[in-house]
């Protein structure tokens, strides 16, 4: 059975312009141990698709659907229950490390609490428990360095120290949420490094969202494409980055820069924005800006799939393919 | 106020970088307004407190007329009387046979008076000190804004009070000396504007158009500190409507026979067991005109920047 | 290391206080002086001989700026001088009389003010944009609008006229009579600081940080008092020294109505007859009072944040 069982996952936000719905109808399972990359452009639906299922959703969201963890829906969960779960068997870090620690609390007093509440160790047991991560998420001096303020740690510090505490409990699933995008280049190296180390110890299965692609092709075992709310496409990494069937994500693998194709090119954009959620397209999301459109494409295309878990939303289908259902806009699978 | 900029813009060419701003700048100040204007009205409150203050408004200015009697006339049937129909008294009449309720209309002419003048009062002091302070900025900002802190830590009241001890209670001081105690905060919110004003990409143009320093603060920045201004005007006339009618109650405001609310109020709380309405009514009508100007540059305040709380 | 930095920065503050002292000394001495009529202008007409003894008694023939210097001096020996009015008081001893009563009215509305203000912010807060919230901040309007020398006398009616329970006023440093001018005096500060807790706990509650603290799955109560009160105070406490400003301004009329022996009452007795020494006396004294809880209240924030310790000590 899956860890993480999610199906017709659909996100509303009521707002003063009409309802937005961010995320519409996502299914899909994490599997024990394994790395699931969640790739979209900004505004796709993927943090909102998370934060639903982790009780995080802002006031004006609405969610429909079941995220079943061990079996138990997370959506129809008491707060008491869910908190249960969040930060010990669920743990999530966030995209802006800079921000998501509290600034009036030392770093000490922020992840003692964690073990304290969740596994009732004594003072000293957490001190210990704690500085132990930081030392692992290669925190220099973490005896002194623990009883120190948020702003005294650099960005990257602080991502780790989010890191460590994401992992204080040993979660069985670890979500993050594009952590290192507010990071710079050489940092964000680091960060990929230490979590793949860091997960060869436990089973940990982790949920990565980001909107490069390329940064998941190490990492990743199976990755889903979102655009505009729904998954467009999904895949193994090889499945994805070596016979991509729609022509969105093939977009995104044609505009990254490759060190192996050295050109005057241009670098290939995806022409276009994102659609403004509020007035989506009739028929495919993606046919404003897709090359391969054609008139079919004011229809809502159907969802192919190929095996276990390699999915596309769109009339190529794939090879050797079948159409799972008509698109009747709700209730597939 | 933009038809220089717009005679500007006919004459340089289109791609001109600086015409492309001042351009901008019109659109993106026509717009500010009108957003800032729908905000307003979807706020309940503060529609409801302008309907209020209007109404208000009119009955200050219009009612003495239409009543039969004027404040100071004794009628001495009906000495402490309580509000009926039958004696044409709405409101009640006081200890002396005054009718109450043409003394608080007549009541809130000064005090609205005052709170007008007293705060245009404050308004052309802080925002000309305001204005200079952030505009020059530097070494002179710095001076002038700490004399203001120098100012803003002293108990105002009791220079107030010192003035009017002083010079006596001459319904111009009482303009003058609670206008020139309340210029700070105003002072402190122009200055603020000004600075980040004087940092924008459309001055720095019109500066490297040559236009002098004049005709920027002028046709630059003035204009835009309307908004913010109009936001403190409407929350600093509730504040001195207050302390005129603290100096009132404490016997410093304005002298016989001119009475404001705070007066009445006073005069009403001597006579409140035997002659309640002597002091609820005069009460009413300065508690809800207070209430609703803070509602109003609440409004405002969140109509022109929704971030901006308190 | 930290230490050191608050410190210092104190002692800058400290420092800086001195011009503001010495511009509000010398405003209400040349303001006060500039007053028509003199101290012993009374309904009695005095002879000649008797009036020039008391002007070189109380250094009245002296030239303006030597009287300033004179005070100036006394001053800073901690000498108010003798009170014109109340022929057998100093002012210090006025003073003595009169400021326990202001202060102890000011510290238990200050007090009063801060834990139900906070308090009632706070549910509002928790209950953003339902009846609760608009209902409570509804009142907390009024209570900043409603002048208190409006509530005064309809407290009084309610609570010591017609239902008896508490006296009308006076001071006897009982807790009966201190009920009263304590919460009329506190009622716009509490609703002020009920207005800021508000704002400020509804920006902190939206903020990441704490998003991760209930992403730990901590409950949310903990949430709000480990993670969301300190950081939504801050606003509050910053507004202390205006707040006691306001306090103190509020005392003057509070004394008058309740019947009050404060440091208020004489200082407007004071300023109806004249008494230039008490006046100044109050002034200044009230001055530096502000001036130093004005400097308390910006150590004490400096305390609360830490990163105005670390950007201090660097």
């Known amino acids: ?333 | 106020m933009n038809s220089e900029a717009e005679t500007k813009t006919n004459e340089l060419p289109i791609d001109d970088p600086f015409a492309e701003l001042l351009i901008e700048k019109d659109v993106r100040g026509r717009s500010l307004w009108v957003d800032a204007w729908q905000r307003l009205l979807k706020n309940k409150a503060a529609l409801v407190s302008i309907v209020i203050m209007l109404v208000m408004l009119l009955l200050i200015v219009f009612g003495p007329m239409l009543l039969p009697w004027e404040g100071d006339f004794t009628d001495w049937d009906n000495t402490s009387s309580p509000p009926s129909l039958k004696t044409g008294h709405w409101f009640g009449t006081d200890p002396v046979g005054r009718d109450i309720l043409v003394r608080t209309l007549e009541g809130g002419r000064i005090s609205l008076l005052v709170g007008l003048v007293a705060t245009l009062v404050s308004l052309l002091i802080g925002v000309s000190y305001g204005a200079v302070a952030g505009y020059y900025g530097g070494m002179t900002d710095r001076v002038m804004m700490r004399v203001v802190d120098i100012i803003y830590a002293l108990p105002f009241m009791f220079f107030v009070i010192l003035l009017m001890v002083v010079f006596g209670r001459h319904i111009v001081l009482i303009f003058v000396a609670i206008g020139a105690v309340n210029w700070l905060d105003m002072a402190r919110i122009v200055r603020g504007q000004t600075l980040s004003l004087k940092n924008t990409e459309f001055v720095e143009a019109a500066r490297a158009c040559g236009v002098d320093h004049h005709a920027i603060i002028r046709r630059h920045i003035i204009p835009n500190l309307l908004g913010v201004v109009m936001v403190y005007v409407t929350l600093t006339i509730p504040q001195v409507i207050l302390v005129e009618s603290f100096l009132s109650f404490l016997g410093l405001g304005v002298q016989e026979p001119m009475s404001s609310w705070g007066a009445l109020v006073n005069d009403g709380a001597q006579d409140m067991e035997s002659a309640p309405w002597t002091l609820v009514f005069p009460a009413a009508f300065l508690t809800v005109t207070l209430y609703c100007f803070n509602y109003i540059g609440d409004g405002m305040r969140d109509a022109l920047d929704p971030k901006d709380h308190l | 290391m930290k230490q050191a930095g608050v410190l210092r920065h104190a002692a800058v503050r400290l420092l800086g206080l001195i011009p503001t002292l010495l511009v509000l000394i010398t405003i209400a001495f040349f303001l006060i002086r500039m007053a028509p009529g003199g101290p012993f202008d009374g309904e009695k007409v005095l002879p000649p001989e008797i009036r020039a003894n008391l002007d070189v008694n109380y250094h009245l023939d002296e030239p303006l700026l030597q009287q300033y210097f004179r005070y100036l001096g006394q001053i800073i020996t901690g000498d108010f001088g003798p009170s014109f009015q109340y022929k057998d008081w100093t002012v210090n001893e006025l003073i003595a009389r009169g400021f326990p009563v202001s202060a102890t009215l000011g510290g238990l509305a200050m007090a009063l003010a801060f834990v139900l203000g906070t308090l009632i912010g706070t549910v509002a807060a928790l209950r953003q944009n339902t009846a609760v919230d608009y209902s409570v901040m509804g009142v907390a309007m009024l209570g900043i609008s409603i002048p208190n020398f409006v509530v005064a006398p309809l407290l009084i009616l309610g609570t010591a006229v017609y239902a008896g329970w508490l006296p009308a006023g006076g001071w006897d440093w009982s807790w009966q009579r201190m009920v009263l001018p304590v919460i009329t005096l506190a009622l716009p500060v509490i609703a002020y600081i009920a207005r800021l807790t508000r704002g400020s706990m509804i920006e902190v509650l939206h903020s990441n940080y704490i998003r991760t603290a209930r992403a730990k799955g901590l409950p949310e109560r903990l949430v709000i008092r480990r993670h969301a009160f300190k950081p939504a105070i801050l606003p509050v406490i910053s507004y202390m020294g205006p707040a006691m400003a306001a306090l103190i301004t509020g005392s003057v009329v509070i004394e008058r109505i309740y019947s009050i022996p404060g440091l208020g009452s004489y200082f407007v007795q004071g300023a109806l007859n004249r008494d230039y020494t008490l006046v100044m006396g109050v002034v200044i004294f009230y001055g530096i009072v502000i001036i130093v809880l004005n400097f308390i209240v910006d150590l004490l924030y400096a305390w609360l944040n830490p990163r105005i310790r670390y950007d201090e000590a660097q």
């Open chain 1, 1 to 333: 059975m899956a860890l993480l069982s999610v199906s017709n996952l659909e996100v509303e936000f009521k707002t003063a312009e009409g309802v937005v719905k961010a995320v519409n109808g996502m299914t899909f399972d994490v599997h024990e141990g394994e790395t699931l990359a969640i790739v979209g452009e900004s505004g796709a639906g993927k943090s909102q698709l998370v934060l639903s299922f982790m009780g995080l959703l802002a006031e004006n969201g609405r969610v429909a659907g079941t995220a079943l963890f061990h079996g138990n829906d997370l959506l129809q969960m008491k707060p008491k229950e869910l908190n249960k779960i969040r930060g010990r068997h669920i743990a999530m870090i966030f995209q802006d490390p800079m921000t998501s620690l509290n600034p009036f609390l030392t770093i000490e007093k922020q992840m003692m609490e964690v073990v304290m509440h969740h596994q009732g160790l004594s003072r000293d047991e957490a001190r210990s428990h704690a500085v132990e991560m930081l030392r692992a998420v290669r925190i220099p001096d973490p005896e002194e360095r623990i009883k120190q303020y948020p702003h005294e740690y650099s960005g990257g510090m602080r991502q780790r120290v989010m890191i460590a505490i994401g992992l204080l409990c040993e979660p069985e699933l670890l979500i993050a949420d594009e952590p290192s995008t507010a990071l710079d280049v050489t940092i964000q190296a680091q960060i990929s490094e230490l979590v793949s180390e860091l997960r060869k110890e436990t089973k940990m299965s982790l949920v990565l969202i980001t909107h490069d692609l390329s940064a998941v092709a190490e990492i990743a075992d199976r990755i889903i494409v979102m655009y505009a709310g729904e998954a467009i496409e999904t895949g193994t990494v090889d499945e994805i980055f070596y016979s991509p069937q729609h022509p969105y994500t093939r977009g995104l693998i044609a505009s990254v820069p490759r060190l192996d194709r050295v050109s005057d090119d241009e670098l290939q954009a995806i022409p276009g924005n994102p659609p403004n959620l509020l007035a989506l397209p009739e028929g495919c999301s993606f046919r404003d800006r897709c090359s391969e459109a054609t008139e079919q494409c004011y229809q809502r295309p159907p969802l192919w799939r190929a095996g276990s878990g390699r999915t596309s939303r769109c009339f190529q289908g794939i090879e050797g393919g079948e159409i799972v259902a008509e698109p009747t806009g709700e209730g597939e699978e």
